[in-house]
């Protein structure tokens, strides 16, 4: 039974420069420009008139964008729920201005280990890691740890939380990997690891959503009967100003938005790619977080129910559950 009918996420890619070169993710190697100003603030208007509420500010490396303050100040403005994941580069030099605007805030961190985090980031970033830390900490930020999750460092979630959680009192979150493309991302999750994380789902201060678990236990999206509800779900955004269908990591097309996204979104012409969402050949076996998320929160069925404690759990960890309550008339 599909609950809300409307897009509730959008994924907005600021750039897809970045100033990393992680062995799991491919967005780095493309061309890109950085979104306009004039465009984004034209963007946020309709993207708040399609009844989206949570924009997620992405990359490549978001903290690239030398306008991303303002970007933010435009969205907090507009009362959308902001999140931005950095790998710390930038963000000792930004924090200040930063302060406040981003409802959640994710350090991306890939090893516990620093010679290990810095082989995977393809650059020496580990140190900027822990910097980062101390200063979200003098500012009263509370970013979120984000650890992806691969069979070979599953064994590494005690130590992650240990070293970089329990010292500041933060949220690990949990982000078991997935398959795109033809990017190598190693072995897939085993029935152990995945045990092992429903484990560590339970724990205090620890974000996993368990339909994440449950959607690997059945074999990811399948196409004849599709969980995956990403073109309606999810508004996803280009660096080129184009409205990307019916997700970006597969692309099928994407249409230059003309000021005019909200008209777009309503077309014919996107009205029949976002019915093909999650049928399509490539759709079979798909598991993304970024997209299987939303589509568990619009439409009520076993992942719905699977989702709904840890959904609850993290928002009121985040205290973002206050941002999604309908405004009160004056």
């Known amino acids: ?27 780095w190697e493309k061309p890109s420009p950085y979104v306009e ?10 993207l708040k008139r399609l009844g989206v509420k949570v924009i997620d500010f992405t990359g490549g490396e978001p903290l690239l964008h030398r306008n991303l303050e303002l970007i933010l100040r435009e969205a907090k403005s507009m009362g959308f729920i902001t999140t931005v994941t950095t790998n710390c580069l930038l963000y000792p ?13 994710h350090f991306s961190v890939d090893s516990p280990n620093e010679e ?30 984000l650890f992806t999750v691969f069979e070979d460092n599953v064994g590494q979630i005690q130590e992650v939380y240990d070293k970089f959680c329990k010292p500041y009192g933060l949220v690990l979150i949990l982000n078991p ?46 196409i004849e009967k599709p969980v995956c509800k990403a073109a309606s779900s999810t508004v996803v955004i280009s660096p080129f100003n184009e409205l990307m269908l019916p997700c970006y990591h597969l692309g099928i ?14 077309s014919e012409e996107v009205k029949k790619l976002i019915a093909q969402e ?35 759990k993290y928002n009121l960890l ?13």
Request: proline share 4%.
């Open 278 to 312: 999650g049928r399509m050949p490539a759709c079979e076996g798909c598991a993304i977080n970024c997209y299987m998320q939303p589509s568990f929160a619009i439409e009520m069925n076993k992942y719905w129910w699977k989702a709904l404690p840890s959904t609850l």
């Open 253 to 266: 097309k994407s249409i230059k938005i003309k000021d005019d996204l909200y008209d777009l979104y309503h």
């Open 93 to 105: 030099k930004m924090a200040k201005k930063l302060q406040g605007l981003i409802d959640m805030l």
């Open 37 to 46: 100003l004039k465009k984004v603030k034209k963007n946020l208007k309709d």
């Open 177 to 222: 990997m997935f398959e795109y493309g033809a990017v190598n991302t190693g072995e897939a999750l085993s029935k152990e690891t995945l045990t092992t994380l429903k484990r560590w789902s339970k724990k205090p201060s620890v974000y996993l959503n368990d339909a994440f678990i449950q959607l690997r236990i059945d074999g990811g999206n399948h």
């Open 318 to 330: 985040k205290g973002t559950w206050k941002q999604m309550l309908p405004k009160k008339r004056a």
């Open 1 to 27: 039974m599909r609950l809300i009918s409307h897009p509730v996420l959008c994924n907005y890619y600021v750039t897809y420069r970045c100033n990393a070169q992680c062995d799991f993710c491919d967005i």
């Open 116 to 145: 290990e985090h810095n082989k995977s980031r393809g650059v020496k970033c580990f140190d900027f890691l822990l910097k980062s830390l101390e200063i979200a900490a003098t500012l009263g930020e509370k970013p979120d740890i």
